[in-house]
């Protein structure tokens, strides 16, 4: 949890925690760490057929008091010998943060895809809030979008979902909204010296509790998927707990074992350039069932298979395939349910290989499903809090320094890269959702590429559909719509074959029940 002081006001000063704080600190002139969202809107079900830029100014106003996180700007602790702070921005200007532009004729994907780069190529102001919208007009159809922007320091994908949720209604008519509390008002910042001095005494304590924890952490040091490729860590984490490379039976007769997992060098995984490639599109989410229910899998495991035969597609097309699996980092929420409404990150991170050496969509799916459920069982055995504990390690005063270092790590020839691509999949509304009375139609998520893991696949439910949004390197990932035409071929292909396995077990009698969930 963020460390909380009370100012005179009685609003909230919150600290920032240690994974909170790398967000930012892996950030330079190439390397952003704001997360993104493309909403596709119609605004025939607005009042009067439009979203214009004062409606969406007004909108956030309206609930700025329900959106703490869009109110606080950074509060640096001098010498950096802590980490900062968040505090409530005096200063704080709609018109900066909701801005407005306009397509070209005839506002088709392309142009749209255009602009959406450009955007998120460009870092956040840290003087102020660190997040932006962007309300685009002239879509073919009528249509207009809202492309977010908000630092991963502020939100994950669980509390960036708590946004989402203040931001839109379930009715186009909008709803009641709570009453600004009356004794709203701007809090006193701390002075430079106070945030000193709380660094200077706060320092001491992070450290014996680093230290307290020392024990549980460093046998499972190799399993944090930033430090994992640096040398000796796996090392260190086998001198610490011998015993941990194989664990205990997860109640089924399997034993977990602790293999190292390395993954091969691509194209992807060299340094990221300033700039950005996006690729968005949307797959039914009845076909995805169709698949996970005719072979026995979930929804998650149908999204990975897929993701890998559109990577190794890539791959394949650049003549830069490895004959070993790509390995994937799967972010995981531990938010819990008393955590809700914290915002900040409460995450962990999944490493598991993917079957990019498949050639068989089926196969991969089977193999899919497999890697997954290893996976989740070696990562349930792991402390829910590894990697912000593991990160309280390192301290203050070098942590920027070293966050880079450890980035450049994957980037570098001389060293495997801690993992090949970022897959994630979050779940999403299944109802319809309106912003300012405008029905939403699609939101695609746009996430974080850095130096080493130049390509990211985020996934996000919505009504009857899974949202897809890719983001490489520009120099990186040059044709990103190949991974996008791939997930479209690649789930036509299971689907038929899902009805030819449906047909061939009706036709023998048989009934295969079926499993696994929406999300998955």
């Known amino acids: 949890m963020s460390e909380i002081h009370e100012g005179d006001s009685g609003h909230l000063v919150r600290q920032l925690t240690s994974m909170d704080a790398q967000f930012l600190a892996i950030e330079d002139a190439r390397n952003f760490s704001h997360i993104s969202g493309l909403a596709i809107l119609d605004p025939a079900t607005a009042p009067g057929g439009t979203l214009a830029l004062a409606d969406l100014q007004s909108l956030i106003l309206d609930r700025l008091h329900m959106l703490p996180p869009f109110r606080w700007r950074l509060a ?54 660190l997040w932006e919208l962007y309300l685009v007009q002239g879509l073919q159809k009528g249509r207009v979008a809202v492309l977010s922007k908000i630092h991963h320091s502020v939100v994950d994908g669980v509390s960036g979902a708590e946004i989402m949720g203040t931001l839109f209604d379930l009715e186009a008519s909008g709803r009641e909204l709570p009453p600004v509390p009356e004794d709203e008002n701007h809090e006193r910042i701390p002075t430079s010296l106070e945030l000193l001095g709380r660094g200077v005494f706060g320092t001491p304590r992070r450290v014996a509790k680093a230290a307290i924890k020392a024990p549980y952490i460093l046998p499972n040091i190799a399993d944090v998927p930033t430090l994992r490729a640096l040398p000796g860590v796996n090392f260190i984490g086998r001198v610490s707990d011998r015993a941990r490379r194989v664990t205990s039976s997860n109640g089924d007769g399997r034993v977990l074992d602790r293999q190292k997992i390395e993954a091969p060098r691509t ?45 190794r597609e890539f791959l394949i097309n ?66 829910a809090d590894l990697m912000t504990d593991a990160n309280n390690f390192i301290p203050p005063a070098v942590f920027a320094r070293a966050a880079r270092a450890i980035t450049s790590v994957g980037a570098s020839s001389r060293f495997r890269p801690h993992f090949n691509v970022t897959i994630s999949n979050v779940p999403g ?61 690649d789930l036509k292909d299971l689907v038929r074959r899902a009805k030819a396995r449906a047909k061939a077990n009706k036709g023998a009698g048989l009934f295969e029940p079926t499993t696994g969930s929406a999300t998955g």
């Open 76 to 129: 640096e602790v001098p010498f950096g010998i802590d980490h900062p702070w968040w505090v409530e921005d005096a200063d704080f200007d709609i018109e900066f943060h909701v801005r407005e532009l306009a397509l070209p004729r005839p506002g088709n994907h392309s142009q749209l895809t255009a602009q959406v780069e450009r955007i998120v190529s460009r870092p956040l102001d840290r003087s102020r809030p």
């Open 267 to 311: 194209m992807l995984n060299g340094q990221v350039s300033a700039h950005r490639r996006v690729s968005f599109g949307s797959l039914p989410l009845a076909d995805v069932k169709l698949v996970k229910d005719a072979f026995g899998t979930k929804v998650n495991d149908v999204v990975v298979a897929l993701s890998a035969g559109a990577v």
């Open 429 to 489: 509304p299944p109802i319809p959702l309106y912003l300012g009375g405008a029905r939403l139609e699609a939101n695609y998520p746009i996430s974080v590429v850095t130096d080493g893991v130049g390509l990211n696949i985020t996934v996000l439910s919505y009504e009857d559909h899974l949202d897809f949004g890719i983001v490489g390197d520009r120099e990186l990932a040059p044709d990103l719509d190949l991974i996008m035409d791939t997930l479209r071929r």
């Open 318 to 383: 650049h003549d830069d395939l490895p004959d070993e699996p790509l390995v994937a980092m799967i972010p995981i929420s531990v938010r819990t349910q008393d955590q809700i409404g914290t915002y900040g990150n409460r995450i962990s991170m999944m490493i598991a290989p993917i079957p990019t050496d498949e050639e068989d969509p089926v196969e991969r799916l089977v193999r899919s499903q497999a890697e997954m459920s290893l996976a989740k069982d070696i990562h349930g055995a792991l402390p």
